[in-house]
């Protein structure tokens, strides 16, 4: 006689629950920044462009994709591939081929010692060239490695026109960007919030390693006459001109304004006309 058992026999199948329905992402909605209704000033630079942060779109452009030199704009690029390179604290160790440039220095010392960190903050604020050949020769390992970087990382964000051999903006044959291409570079350094405070650092004080200090001003004279300018780097050179890449925030809105190839008496005045003509108009009406 048959017996039925329970320990017997393959079990009963187990029942997978259905999976619980996920709940559907919605895109964030992309704001497209409108072109101001105004017509835009006229300005004596020879380049000329002014994009919309959050979108990237451009508001205006003269002569945007004309190949030039920039001075030391291009510093904006350096700044970035210094941030890429990673631990930001590192201390670099100055040697003497950093200090064999010129105009505008820092004047270190061979065998000085200084954070990533604090060079990088001079080199915002104050230009120094001296600076830049350091943490370029710490970062890439000799100035021509750093340079290299300099256009991996121009490809990267899109430079179709620019081409580095120095990390300061020192005249050299063969190196040259647009005001569209340095605009590009702006826009990916006015989403770094260190670059950001250190483009809007009016004055600071620098310590030497002997305990001297040193008070490093902007070189950025529209930090102190427009309230809303927060950035970002001048430049100058006989080839270049004076540049300018400008950026600030108002009404819910910023921008970025590039000139090059100006003079002394319009670089400023061109810049702050652009800038005042982007974002001096009602606010911006928030996203659908």
């Known amino acids: 006689m048959a017996f039925a058992s ?14 619980q329905a996920q709940p559907v ?3 964030e909605p992309v704001q497209v920044a409108s072109i101001p209704l105004t017509p835009p000033p006229p300005v004596v630079g020879e380049s000329a462009i002014v994009i919309d ?9 003269k002569n945007a994709d004309l190949p030039r030199p920039v001075a030391s704009t291009q510093k904006i690029v350096t700044a970035l591939c210094v941030l890429d390179a990673g631990n930001i604290d590192t201390p670099v160790t100055i040697q003497a081929t950093d200090t064999a440039c010129e105009p505008t220095k820092l004047n270190l010392k061979p065998g000085e010692r200084y954070s990533r960190r604090d060079l990088l903050k001079v080199l915002v604020v104050k230009s120094a060239n001296d600076v830049a050949r350091a943490l370029a020769r710490d970062v890439g390992g000799s100035q021509e490695g750093f340079a290299a970087r300099m256009n991996h990382k121009a490809t990267a964000l899109g430079m179709r026109n620019s081409h580095f051999i120095n990390p300061n903006g020192l005249p050299a044959d063969g190196q040259f960007s647009t005001a569209r291409d340095m605009a590009i570079a702006a826009r990916a350094a006015y989403r770094s919030p260190l670059l950001r405070s250190y483009a809007a650092t009016k004055v600071f004080t620098f310590r030497f390693n002997n305990g001297k200090t040193r008070e490093i001003e902007n070189t950025n004279r529209l930090l102190k006459s427009i309230p809303f300018c927060d950035g970002m780097k001048t430049g100058t050179t006989n080839a270049a001109g004076r540049c300018l890449v400008a950026s600030g925030s108002l009404n819910g809105r910023s921008a970025i304004v590039v000139v090059l190839k100006s003079n002394s008496a319009n670089i400023w005045r061109d810049s702050e006309k652009l800038l005042r003509w982007a974002l001096e108009r009602p606010a911006a009406a928030p996203a659908n």
């Open 25 to 27: 992402r919605r895109a």
């Open 53 to 61: 942060v959050a979108s990237g779109r451009v508001l205006y452009a």
């Open 6 to 19: 329970s320990c017997v026999g393959s079990p009963p199948p187990r029942r997978t629950p259905p999976p």
